[in-house]
């Protein structure tokens, strides 16, 4: 699991992801509204960008909430260590396979929107490192330590979620 999490959080460093990314020669063809999907660089335009990364959150929170009908968090706050580590570790592997589908590649954005992408992709990597620690917390039941890790988790939770929300995204769930 530190390995995975440890490739995962190297990967969000360097900004790369895999499968799935967006052409590299990106094309100037209009979406469904009308609106072009490149400005006059050649970089995905702020609507395209906001709706490609919209459309990977709804696929992703979708697989997850199919997935997953018992919550890691409710688990640990029953007492119920065991469980809870085997839910959060099944849920951060559909989660970090996710990661490496993100379509777009922070190089095709205008620099504000790279800037803003590249934050929310360090935040991501945080939250996921943060996750591997409550999960070691989980594993030895320790319940002080559980709760201390939590409130980090909380923290960098709410840290993401401002960023995704500053950046335009109206739903991306952790």
Same mark, same amino acid.
């Given at each position: 699991?530190?390995?995975?999490? !440890?490739?995962?959080?190297?990967?969000?460093?360097?900004?790369?992801?895999? #499968?799935?990314?967006?052409?590299?020669?990106?094309?100037?063809?209009? %979406?469904?509204? #009308?609106?072009?999907?490149? %400005?006059?660089?050649?970089?995905?335009?702020?609507?395209?960008?906001?709706?490609?990364?919209?459309?990977?959150?709804?696929?992703?929170?979708?697989?997850?909430?199919?997935?997953?009908?018992?919550?890691?968090?409710?688990?640990?706050?029953?007492?119920?260590?065991? @469980?809870?580590? @085997?839910?959060?570790?099944?849920?951060?592997?559909?989660?970090? #396979?996710? &990661? !490496?589908?993100?379509?777009? &590649?922070?190089?095709?954005?205008?620099?504000?929107?790279?800037?803003?992408?590249?934050?929310?992709?360090?935040?991501? /990597?945080?939250?996921?490192?943060?996750?591997?620690?409550? %999960? &070691?917390?989980? *594993?030895? *039941?320790?319940?002080?330590?559980?709760?201390?890790?939590?409130?980090?988790?909380?923290?960098?939770?709410?840290?993401?979620? @401002?960023?995704?929300?500053?950046?335009?995204? &109206?739903?991306? /769930?952790?």
């Amino acid at each position: 699991m530190k390995a995975i999490a !440890l490739a995962c959080v190297v990967l969000v460093m360097a900004g790369c992801s895999s #499968g799935g990314a967006a052409p590299a020669t990106p094309t100037s063809q209009p %979406d469904t509204a #009308g609106a072009p999907t490149t %400005d006059a660089s050649g970089n995905l335009s702020h609507d395209e960008f906001l709706r490609q990364l919209s459309e990977w959150c709804k696929a992703k929170d979708a697989d997850l909430a199919a997935r997953f009908k018992a919550d890691y968090e409710q688990a640990a706050a029953a007492g119920r260590y065991k @469980q809870a580590a @085997q839910i959060l570790e099944a849920h951060q592997a559909v989660v970090q #396979g996710w &990661e !490496l589908r993100i379509p777009i &590649e922070p190089g095709q954005l205008a620099d504000d929107d790279e800037a803003a992408f590249r934050q929310y992709l360090v935040l991501t /990597g945080r939250l996921d490192g943060l996750l591997v620690d409550y %999960d &070691e917390a989980l *594993k030895a *039941k320790a319940a002080d330590r559980v709760q201390r890790v939590a409130g980090r988790v909380a923290k960098a939770r709410e840290d993401w979620t @401002q960023q995704a929300t500053d950046m335009g995204l &109206e739903e991306c /769930g952790a």
